[in-house]
Nanobody, 124 residues
Framework: QVQLVESGGGLVQAGASLRLSCAAS????????MAWFRQAPGKEREFVAA????????NYVDSVKGRFTISRDNAKNTVYLQMNSLKPEDTAVYYC?????????????????WGQGTQVTVSS
């Protein structure tokens, strides 16, 4: 099995930056794609970004393009989400996900493992 633990969330002002981290443990050799999703209260979980094993392919939701960057360090079994120019609408619980497939999919059902989430709150 694979375990995912997110960190790096917090309370920041609009325009600030945060970097989220997700550390994987267990059978990490089986992971091909890693991703970030987010969920605000009263809303359904939505895709944010994904990256393949060698960080050749990335995928972002339109609302974060140009502001967020997903990256990974396979030696550390860690994926990151650098979030710049944060907006109040970015406020959500951010979840790390991992899948055995190689395509950086935006579909929740394609992911096999999930972290418990880290809270990001952006004030105006």
């Amino acid at each position: 099995q694979v375990q995912l633990v997110e960190s790096g969330g917090g309370l920041v002002q609009a325009g600030a930056s945060l970097r989220l981290s997700c550390a994987a443990s267990g059978r990490t050799e089986t992971i091909m794609t890693m991703a970030w999703f987010r969920q605000a209260p009263g809303k359904e979980r939505e895709f944010v970004a994904a990256v393949d094993k060698r960080a050749v392919r990335t995928n972002y939701v339109d609302s974060v393009k140009g502001r967020f960057t997903i990256s990974r360090d396979n030696a550390k079994n860690t994926v990151y989400l650098q979030m710049n120019s944060l907006k109040p609408e970015d406020t959500a619980v951010y979840y790390c996900a991992a899948r055995l497939g190689s395509i950086p999919s935006d579909r929740q059902s394609h992911y096999d493992y999930w972290g418990q989430g880290t809270q990001v709150t952006v004030s105006s």
